[in-house]
């Protein structure tokens, strides 16, 4: 509980404060946190597609080329 002590100390510095501390929470979590590997997942497998669409667009052109 130190970091939320710490991060409720921020919260409270503010002179205005636009959004309830349980928001204000969920705001910094999500801000300061790595993202879920899920969509760590998801974007390798777009990369995947895009790169596995290049290969086979340049091997019908007769261009293979491999990095």
Known sequence: ???EKSIRKLYD???LKDMSWDDFLKEFVAAS???SMKEMM???ME???ADSAAINANRKQGQIILN
Do not use: C, I
């Open 1 to 3: 509980m130190t970091n």
């Open 47 to 49: 990369k995947a597609r």
């Open 42 to 44: 998801a974007v390798q």
């Open 13 to 15: 510095s503010f002179e």
């Open 33 to 35: 946190s790595p993202p």
